[in-house]
Nanobody, 115 residues
């Protein structure tokens, strides 16, 4: 089992920045993928960004150039630096850990961007 604890959400004005963190604990395999998804009210959960333990990154088109995902393998922590935030980025952001067919989710952290 892998447990994920997120932090860093909050309220910010459009154009501002936030940094999300997600710390993983438990039975962590060294080769894995960690990422961030988000779900806005009335919408499906969508991928924001993912990074593998080898450093390969993938971003949703809507956040490319604005968001940066990074990780510290020694701390089993993944980060999401969000710049130039827009009201449409408002959502609950969920951390995800994946190893093979196994995946775990964090409890979610609210990000609200005011116009």
């Amino acid at each position: 089992q892998v447990q994920l604890v997120e932090s860093g959400g909050g309220l910010v004005q459009a154009g501002g920045s936030l940094r999300l963190s997600c710390a993983a604990s438990g039975s962590i395999f060294s080769i894995n993928a960690m990422g961030w998804y988000r779900q806005a009210p009335g919408k499906q959960r969508e991928l924001v960004a993912v990074i593998t333990s080898g450093g390969i990154r993938n971003y949703a088109d809507s956040v490319k150039g604005r968001f940066t995902i990074s990780r510290d393998n020694a701390k089993n922590t993944v980060y999401l630096q969000m710049n130039s935030l827009k009201p449409e980025d408002t959502a609950v952001y969920y951390c995800n850990y994946r190893y093979g067919a196994y995946e775990s989710w964090g409890q979610g952290t609210q990000v609200t961007v005011s116009s």
